[in-house]
């Protein structure tokens, strides 16, 4: 028996006899009185005697252990042999005795009719013992067969360079070391055992990690390793906010590099800043609309703001930067967002072996066990940031831009005081940040300096609209006739500013619009008194100037884009704003043409246009024919429609979300419907129709999950909203995705899609591999409670009682599989922090058995194990309590069970 069969050996035992004393195993009375305390009993000892014999057959083999952690194991074997023939001896004279019904309800309580308390409390303390010390010789064993195959490594991974089917993900340029013992523990403990064990060594590898794999790493290893972390650290949406946000004009914002002067109101140097030889931070506070992210991006990319740092930082400065944005996506607007943005940009601009001195933990796992999933923490990612600047790099310069700190979700005094430490601990730091002067704010940077911005833009603002006005025919023509009261026009706007960018912006466009109307001063002048001086004011005329033919149509866009998780692709938009819903479930698979893609979403431009009003707008898109630069030499032509495609729908600015999701404006644009609507349902079916207009032609099974997973998350809102249940709705979305994965057959795929297409194993196996069998057992894990209830008729449904090892029972989708969504879904509805009481309810209520056995187990016994074990599965735990050892009672009551 080699090392990874003896150490699945030694967990086998470990797990098995663990669940034996600490009140794990469930005994029931079934409905004819008869105690199920026999079937368990033997099951045990089967799972007891194969691992004693494998153990037993492995310490006689004839090959003397040749390492520290060979003797360890073999040690630890003999202890886990003696265990389970302490265990084999008492089941044995447990079985004989058997039990009068009632008498116990778990193995635990058995052993305390053969043993006494203090015996079964020192066989679990030895448990544990053992169960840190096999933790410590795997960790052990697995560094040791690393560092032999590190020249076998650094040959593999140059061979995949030259595989022609793509990058393969890391853990395939592995020797497969890690991989292979986890797949030995996963057969020999279970699956959800193996993730426990799993999850324990990478957090055992997180807190102490060893230096020996780093000194050794090759440098292809290295690069690889340090590529993946880098990843790992960027999310999908990290540099929306910055793209998004108007880049300023050639002439603006000039004299932030400039000393104050004396006939405007005092503010501190910027320039002064970033000269001083000691770090520090400044605060750039302003107005809503008065142009700060504008401001923060300029100096982001303006070549001034470094050569001025070069006086600090003579020999270079690492850069990085984080807008905040409440309408994007939760990493958008948190801590750990931010902190991942710093270090991810960091990194990329510092040498390499820097990413495994601030990351070392991370680093040994994804050398050891090529993966590691384990969630960021904002403490891990603090102490790294810190470890970064203070440690590693503390002879490197760092300037760091955070803008829209009042955007942030969370508590604002925790978000400055992370700030403030940072800043006073490192003198390598100097940080800029941005914000709405609200009190929060003032209290903690008043004594830093700092600018108010509405106070320096007056001669920005007249240059804007100087600039504006003057690219206007219409304007030049009223120049020609009046250039007197032309130019006084001109600067009643700029003072009725008071420093508004925006209110700017929406002044100029109106007033343009009466110039090419042939408006002369004196209507010009009457539209600028009419327009509100306050952009609340003005945001509520442009909502009265919808024309009413168009306000519900109106109302239902505000609500899709509310209702969407993130920001909502103009694509999506388009296909959730159909006449006919219900042409979403009749229609066929159709692939669209790119032209007909390309006009869909132009229509839905001028929709957008003509009922919002601009308070919704698109990233400008393309012109008619313009092509994008790509890297490989094609025309760009799939890129602009993909441009195109992904366009994101989004609020004029955030004072309009402010003001239109306000309860009171919110409840007159919903109170606007004629008739009920649904966003959630809407989007749900946009989702659909992107799947059933997919291009058959090419390989489509990156995209087909991604569709389904936002296809059932909206559909999920719209339940806990209370809507109606979308039976119609999954069960088109099974077809869909049924007929999908077949066309996946025609080609060549990665080894992760192989059986694609394969009639005998259901889609969703190929979204989050091998976790069920059809679509109910998805909706139990996604916690679909009123899609179950509708979908099983009655208590013989076949979804309901899987018997024998090849299907799984629904209740332990609903107790243990929906762990897993967190990795491998993006809908933020579909994760849950805990077991859905109303789905297991529904479950019971419909004859599911909760004490059927499924490999060996139960699904009461997977809710008495993870109410002993707590967090140990998940980052975020179940609070799943049990109370008097019942959580499922046999008359399929729910009791003790605290859950979502």
């Known amino acids: 028996m080699d090392g990874i069969s003896l150490a699945a050996s030694i967990i086998q035992i470990i797990d098995v006899s663990s669940r034996v004393v600490a009140k794990g195993i469930d005994i029931y009375q079934s409905a004819d009185g008869q105690l199920t305390e026999h079937g368990e009993i033997d099951h045990v000892t089967r799972a007891l005697s194969s691992s004693a014999r494998r153990i037993r057959k492995s310490i006689a083999a004839n090959r003397p252990p040749c390492t520290d952690a060979e003797v360890e194991q073999l040690r630890l074997a003999a202890d886990c ?13 447990l079985k004989r005795r058997g039990g009068r019904p009632g008498k116990w309800t778990s193995l635990r309580q058995g052993l305390k009719t053969v043993w006494n308390e203090d015996k079964i409390a020192s066989l679990e303390r030895r448990l544990d013992r053992y169960r840190q010390q096999m933790i410590e010789s795997i960790l052990e064993t697995l560094r040791t067969q690393t560092e032999a ?150 100096l982001q990319h303006n070549n001034r703001t470094f050569d001025l740092l ?71 990612l603090s102490l790294a940031l810190q470890k970064l600047v203070l440690s590693v790099c503390r002879d490197r310069k760092f300037f760091f831009l955070i803008d829209g700190l009042d955007e942030f979700s969370g508590d604002h005094a925790a978000l400055t005081d992370l700030i403030l430490d940072l800043v006073s601990s490192a003198p390598n730091i100097k940080v800029c940040v941005a914000s709405r002067p609200w009190v929060d704010f003032e209290d903690a940077f008043r004594s830093k300096p700092h600018l108010m ?118 694509s999506i938009m388009a296909f959730a704003d159909l006449e006919d819903q219900d042409e979403v479930l009749q229609r066929v ?23 919002c009003k601009g308070l919704l707008e698109i990233e400008s898109l393309p012109m008619p024919g313009q092509q994008r630069d ?22 004029l600015h955030r004072t309009v979300k402010d003001f239109i999701e306000a309860p009171e404006i919110w409840g007159w644009i919903v109170a606007t419907n004629k008739e009920q609507f649904d966003p959630c349902v809407a989007l749900a079916k946009s989702h659909l129709l992107h799947l059933k207009s997919m291009d058959t032609t090419k390989p489509i099974y990156d995209e087909i999950w991604d569709h389904v997973v936002w296809c059932i998350s909206y559909t999920k809102q719209s339940e806990l909203n209370k809507g109606p249940v979308q039976t119609e709705l999954m069960d088109e979305l099974d077809r869909t995705a049924t007929a999908l994965t077949r066309y996946c057959q025609s080609f060549d795929l990665a080894e992760d899609y192989s059986s694609w297409g394969d009639e005998e194993t259901h889609w969703t196996n190929y979204g989050i591999p091998a976790v069920g069998t059809s679509l109910a057992y998805l909706m139990a894990m996604c916690g679909m409670s009123g899609f179950l209830e509708a979908r099983l008729s009655h208590d013989d449904d076949p979804e309901l009682r899987y018997y024998g090892d090849n299907k799984t029972p629904l209740l332990f989708a609903v107790l243990e599989d929906y762990l897993v969504l967190d990795r491998y879904s993006a809908g933020k509805s579909i994760i849950t922090a805990s077991p859905s009481k109303d789905t297991i309810r529904v479950l019971l209520q419909k004859g599911a058995d909760p004490h059927q056995l499924h490999r060996g187990r139960s699904a009461l016994t997977i809710a008495k194990a993870m109410a002993s074990r707590g967090s140990a599965l998940s980052t975020r735990p179940p609070s799943l309590l049990v109370e008097n050892d019942v959580v499922i009672t046999s008359g399929n009551v729910l009791k003790g069970i605290e859950c979502n």
């Open 149 to 298: 195959s590190a020249a076998q490594q650094s040959t593999i991974i140059q061979g995949i360079k030259n595989i022609q089917h793509g990058q393969r993900k890391l853990q395939e340029v592995q020797v497969d070391i890690g991989r292979q013992f986890f797949q030995e523990i996963r057969r020999n403990v279970g699956k959800a055992d193996g993730e426990r064990w799993r999850k324990d060594l990478l957090g055992a590898i997180h807190q102490k990690s060893s230096p020996r794999l780093r000194s050794l790493a090759q440098s292809p290893k290295r690069k690889e390793i340090r590529r993946w972390l880098i990843k790992s650290l960027k999310f999908k949406e990290m540099e929306d906010r910055e793209i998004r946000i108007t880049k300023a004009s050639k002439e603006t914002f000039k004299w932030i590099y400039e000393a104050p002067t004396a006939n405007i109101r005092p503010w501190a140097s910027f320039r002064a800043f970033l000269e001083q030889k000691d770090g520090g931070m400044y605060w750039i506070t302003g107005k809503p609309g008065s142009g700060k992210s504008t401001l923060m991006k300029y």
């Open 81 to 93: 042999q003696q265990i389970a023939n302490e265990l084999l001896k008492a089941l044995e004279r």
């Open 310 to 380: 070069r006086q600090w930082a003579p020999e270079g400065v690492t850069v990085s930067a984080f807008y905040f944005w409440n309408s994007g996506i939760g990493m958008q607007m948190s801590v750990e967002g931010l902190l991942r943005t710093l270090l991810a940009k960091c990194l990329e601009q510092l040498p390499r072996n820097v990413v495994e001195q601030v990351f070392p933990g991370r680093w040994e796992a994804l050398r050891l066990l090529g993966e590691d999933d384990t969630p960021w923490t904002w403490h891990e």
């Open 589 to 611: 698979l159709w692939p669209l043409t790119h032209s007909n893609l390309v006009a869909r979403c132009r229509h839905m431009k001028r929709k957008l246009s003509s009922r």
């Open 453 to 570: 911005l509405q106070d320096l833009t007056k001669r920005d603002i007249q240059q804007y609209i100087a600039k504006t006005f003057r690219e206007s025919p219409a304007f030049l023509d009223l120049e020609q006739r009046d250039p007197w009261h032309a130019e006084d026009l001109l600067s009643e706007i700029a003072r009725k500013a008071e420093g508004v960018f925006l209110w700017v912006r929406l002044v100029v466009k109106s007033l343009l619009v009466g110039m090419t109307n042939g408006d002369g001063i004196r209507e010009l002048r009457e539209r600028l008194e009419r327009t509100p001086s306050n952009l609340e004011d003005m945001f509520k005329k442009m909502l009265a100037s919808m024309e009413p033919s168009y306000l519900e149509h109106a109302s239902q866009l505000f609500q899709i884009h509310r209702a969407s998780q993130g920001p909502l692709p103009l």
């Open 630 to 651: 790509t890297d490989d030499g094609t025309d760009g032509n799939n890129n602009s429609l993909d441009a195109i495609m992904d366009c994101k729908v989004q609020y």
